[in-house]
């Protein structure tokens, strides 16, 4: 869900590096609290909210069953889970358990030769 919340601010603020998503998860629900330049945070404020109800709506859209919620915060709170960090764990681990199974296939004996 960062990624959809990144193409949808991205191109709407003045400083699109300064973008920030984290994610409080519940059983029912997701928080994600997002995180703009000072100078961006009036395009989310003004319009009496339509923009972050808009976002908000696509976000729920994209949750299926479980309820979201999108916040324009000051500072992340400290439940919050960086989802960049968290990607980049899963992606570790998913090649540390790739290369287990690579060196767990080269220890195993061929049983087609043994066959033979």
């Not at 029912?28 to 976002?55: C, N, P, S, Y």
């Not at 998913?94 to 049983?111: I, K, R, T, V």
Request: aromatic share 0%; glycine share 4%; no cysteine.
């Amino acid at each position: 869900m960062q990624g959809l919340i990144q193409h949808l601010v991205k191109p709407i603020v003045a400083n699109p590096d300064d973008i920030s998503v984290k994610i409080i998860e519940g059983e029912a629900t997701v928080v994600l609290e997002l995180l703009v330049h000072e100078d961006d945070k009036a395009i989310f404020q003004d319009d009496d909210g339509r923009t972050m109800r808009a976002i908000s709506n696509v976000i729920s859209a994209a949750a299926g069953r479980r309820k979201a919620s999108l916040e324009l915060v000051d500072e992340h709170s400290d439940d919050a889970v960086d989802v960049a960090d968290e990607a980049d764990d899963a992606e570790d681990a998913d090649a540390d358990a790739d290369a287990d199974a690579d060196a767990d296939a080269d220890d195993a004996p061929a049983e087609d030769a043994a066959e033979e």
